[in-house]
């Protein structure tokens, strides 16, 4: 099992690179810091190095946030080249840090415009993932794993189930889940709904209430959520996904939950 620390909500701006933070994230004993994509795509060769010095020996198996708001996934305003331009980009980067997931929230890119309905919503970011990204993602050999947003940040596919059924439907072996425990927890989702999509997460973000870091412990949604991934012998990855904190002492709370 690797532990992760998401970088994005604790940086200031957010989703931006903290060399200092990532210091941290590997003082206070994570395997990897969790980075959003397009951090590296706005940052400089200068500020990517100091980031990779900062990691020692780490790799950051997994990435959120692959696609800017600037950059639409459905609606009339998708551009094919200007994806294309964006990833060849940024996924030559990532590959250099050992990403192997790049997870597909990106609440403003997949937001549906006024007067789109979400079955003409669903189809067409269906064939914008087969079409424009799930190819270039392939060729660098890496997969998407689809993220269920909160129905407050996104008004297309936005729990762990209707995401699961997307997935399976889209049918593509690079195209898989995450599941972010804050986003279920804001939905109001039941923690048995992660039971059936299990095997196809390979990325969990946990946050608690407005993004906190635990300290105490786990709120007794997390821990079920927690208990019924164990159960199922989950064992790849897993990130918090917070604001700054005790970093360190969470680290310990969720290895005692795992354990």
């Known amino acids: 099992m690797r532990f992760g620390f998401c970088t994005g909500f604790a940086t200031r701006p957010r989703f931006t690179l903290d060399v200092p933070l990532v210091g941290r994230i590997r003082r206070a004993g994570y395997d990897f810091p969790d980075f959003p994509v397009m951090a590296f795509d706005s940052a400089t060769k200068a500020a990517r ?3 990779r010095e900062a ?3 780490s790799v ?5 946030n692959l696609v800017p708001a600037s950059l639409k996934l459905v609606g009339k305003e998708v551009d094919g080249g200007a994806l294309a331009a964006y990833l060849s980009r940024v996924l030559p980067i990532m590959a250099s840090f050992g990403v192997q997931h790049l997870v597909l929230g990106s609440a403003r890119s997949r937001m549906l415009p006024s007067g789109m309905g979400c079955r003409e919503g669903k189809a067409q970011f269906g064939n914008v993932l087969k079409e424009y990204l ?11 794993l689809l993220e269920p947003l909160n129905r407050v940040e996104c008004n297309l596919l936005n729990t762990v189930e209707e995401c699961a ?8 072996p690079d195209l898989m889940l995450m599941a972010d425990l804050y986003h279920m927890e804001a939905n109001g989702e039941r923690p048995e709904t992660l039971q059936d999509a299990m095997p196809l997460i390979h990325h969990p973000h946990i946050a608690g209430v407005g993004r906190s870091l635990p300290t105490d412990g786990f709120d007794p949604y997390l821990r079920a959520c927690i208990r019924i991934a164990k159960a199922s012998g989950y064992d790849e990855s897993i990130s918090y996904e917070t ?5 360190q002492g969470a680290l310990a709370l969720l290895k005692a939950m795992w354990s």
């Open 60 to 64: 950051c198996p997994a990435a959120c």
């Open 243 to 247: 604001v700054d904190g005790d970093i």
């Open 165 to 172: 059924l997307f997935v399976r439907e889209v049918h593509q």
């Open 134 to 144: 799930l190819p270039v993602v392939r060729s660098f050999g890496m997969d998407i």
């Open 49 to 51: 190095e100091q980031v």
């Open 55 to 57: 990691m020692g020996d």
